[in-house]
């Protein structure tokens, strides 16, 4: 990465976080438990960019100036809601245990081919 890559992408994030802390406390909240979930379970598009987390915060400053809780935004189950948003993604313990579960099932098989 060159240097004016990081120079911009700190640029980006500084404003990214300057979107969050506008935002009504509530969903400063909620966004903070679901960018902690996110970096958890670990949706590799995350560390390509901003591009999930901006869109949360697209959807929050439209909730927030319709009016609505942000329960009313997300549901008021917000893990199933941040598993929604990323069902159709690759995450990090896909590309672990990809591996992992494949050295097991060839284990199995060649365990039960020298049964017979």
């Known amino acids: 990465m060159r240097f004016q ?9 500084k404003a990214h976080v300057a979107r ?10 909620v966004y903070n438990e679901m960018q902690k979930y996110f ?10 960019g901003i591009g999930l987390l901006s869109g949360i915060v697209d959807l929050f400053e439209e909730g927030a100036s319709m009016g609505k809780g942000v329960l009313e ?17 690759k995450t990090y ?12 099932s060839e284990a199995i ?3 039960s081919e020298k049964k017979y």
């Open 39 to 48: 970096y958890k379970i670990g949706p590799v598009e995350l560390s390509e």
């Open 5 to 13: 890559d990081i120079i911009e992408s700190k640029k980006e994030w």
């Open 20 to 29: 969050v802390k506008a935002l009504p406390k509530d969903y400063q909240i």
């Open 93 to 104: 313990a896909d590309i672990y245990w990809g591996p992992v579960e494949q050295k097991v």
């Open 109 to 111: 098989k060649c365990k």
């Open 73 to 89: 935004v997300t549901g008021s189950d917000v893990a199933a809601f941040c598993d929604d948003l990323i069902k159709d993604s």
